[in-house]
């Protein structure tokens, strides 16, 4: 979870490279009280491994490309729609993941099935197991329906609290006791994402009226 809470920062790097979408530094900065609050909320172990944190510096990296790229593709010329590009990006993951994961858990695969069987039917598992992917794709779908209409930095920042409020709903629905090191996490990283998305929007405006004031002076 403090890993993947850099999402924001690989964001807003990679859209600087790639976009060539260059913010002021307040803006950067803006970002840091949001990381590491989430990172405070989701604190839990010192315990590390370089296997999470390579995997989890990968997806971060992943998740901010798809990001960037769909936004792209969205602005293109032969314009596609969002839930479209949404069903394109999903068709080609699953094909390209398929074959890693036989690979690599295919001996996985009865031994978990028996455990669920010990507890559910197998019409149960099966419903269970299509509802968990129906609810995740449509979750998904919205993500990109939002992603048409803001900056991948903001949807990476809305990702980042997303965990927050993961924390918040496992307190009050599992009643999962939380440290003072998560309440202050996320007393941080709330207020920080209204300083991040006041802050772009205020230089968002100075860019945007600074272009104004050239046009007509041309």
């Known amino acids: 979870h403090i890993i ?12 600087s490279i790639i976009l060539g979408q260059i913010f002021a530094l307040p803006v950067y900065l803006s970002l840091v009280p949001v990381v590491g609050g989430v ?8 315990s590390f491994s370089w296997l999470s944190f390579l995997t989890a510096m990968g997806s971060n990296a992943a998740f901010a490309l798809r990001a960037i790229f769909s936004k792209r593709a969205l602005q293109s010329a032969e314009k596609i729609s969002a839930p479209n ?39 149960a598992v099966l419903y269970l197991s299509l509802s968990a992917g129906l609810f995740h794709y449509l979750n998904n779908e919205v993500m990109y329906l939002a992603l048409d209409k803001v900056h991948p930095v ?35 990283a709330i207020p920080g994402t209204l300083v991040y998305s006041l802050t772009k929007q205020y230089y968002d405006n100075k860019a945007a009226k600074a272009g104004a004031a050239a046009t007509r002076g041309n």
Not at 39 to 46: E, M, N, Q, R, V
Not at 157 to 170: H, M, P
Not at 174 to 187: L, R
């Open 85 to 123: 590009l949404f069903a394109v990006v999903t068709g080609m993951a699953f094909f390209a993941l398929l074959p890693i994961s036989i690979a690599v858990e295919w001996t996985r695969y009865l031994p978990v099935w028996e455990t669920a069987m010990e507890t559910y039917s197998a019409s």
């Open 39 to 46: 990172a405070l909320a989701c604190f839990k172990s010192l």
């Open 4 to 15: 993947k809470a850099l999402e924001p920062f690989f964001s807003a790097v990679l859209s």
């Open 154 to 188: 903001t949807l990476a920042v809305g990702n980042t609290l997303k965990r927050v409020f993961i924390l918040v709903a496992s307190v009050i629905i599992f009643h999962t006791s939380m440290s003072p090191t998560s309440i202050i996490g996320a007393s941080i």
